[in-house]
């Protein structure tokens, strides 16, 4: 009797244990947040808007205005690209090559789940601020679909600048292109009057703490390394699909 109880007590100890380790080798995204409920703390964090009818207001406006008539069409189609859902695949100019998410799956696991995590961050100051966007305040600066959320700080700007220091992580040696391809995302919201230049700066700092909270969960950090590890083994296959003596 006391060596079948035992015995089946070491086989659920060592399922447990595969179980474990196959928990570690394969990341399941699972619904727990690798973002601590309420933080970053974006309220805490940034100094608050202009305020409505200062001088401060009025030279963030002018500002505006003219990035937003100064702006050259290619700019000009460049941010309604990005404006039509802010897609990881504008970063695949930077990144040197299309990032084809369809044959990364944990990959795009990973980055779906990051995307999703970092939204209560972005919403909370923009709901504590509640400040209008430019187009709200001047008709001349309308263009494209209205938002539906506020204006500080720019929510694309914010991820913008997470999305970029994840993938400077995953392809370091891009990185000085990664990082202007974030700040452009910030920047051309400005371009088509959907943003102040405050808006733009503040997402930039707030994307910067996102990360660093990110970068603080260990969970994040395994999942972060396991794409690597995908990603490097995607490229080791195109290597050695190439005929022999390719360039």
Not at 137 to 143: A, F, K, N, R, Y
Request: with cysteine; glycine share 8%.
């Amino acid at each position: 009797m006391n060596l079948r109880f035992e015995g089946r007590t070491d086989f659920k100890a060592a399922a447990l244990g595969i179980f474990l380790l196959l928990g570690l080798a394969f990341p399941c995204f699972g619904d727990i947040s690798y973002l601590p409920s309420g933080q970053p703390d974006g309220v805490a964090l940034l100094a608050p808007p202009p305020l409505p009818g200062s001088a401060e207001e009025a030279a963030d406006m002018a500002s505006t205005r003219a990035v937003f008539r100064g702006r050259t069409e290619a700019e000009k189609e460049r941010a309604l690209k990005g404006d039509s859902g802010l897609s990881f695949s504008l970063f695949n100019q930077a990144i040197g090559r299309e990032l084809e998410l369809s044959k990364l799956p944990k990959t795009q696991a990973f980055l779906e789940k990051m995307k999703k995590d970092i939204q209560a961050a972005i919403d909370a100051p923009k709901n504590h601020f509640k400040r209008k966007r430019p187009y709200e305040m001047d008709e001349s600066l309308v263009l494209s679909k209205p938002e539906t959320s506020f204006s500080y700080p720019s929510g694309h700007s914010t991820r913008g600048t997470v999305y970029a220091l994840v993938f400077e992580e995953l392809f370091p040696e891009r990185r000085e292109a990664i990082l202007q391809t974030g700040r452009e995302i910030g920047w051309d919201r400005v371009l088509i009057g959907k943003h102040f230049p405050t808006d733009v700066y503040a997402g930039r700092v707030l994307g910067q703490a996102v990360f660093r909270q990110l970068m603080a969960n260990p969970v994040f950090r395994q999942d972060l390394a396991g794409v690597k590890g995908e990603i490097a083994g995607a490229a080791k296959k195109v290597v050695e699909a190439q005929p022999v003596g390719a360039k």
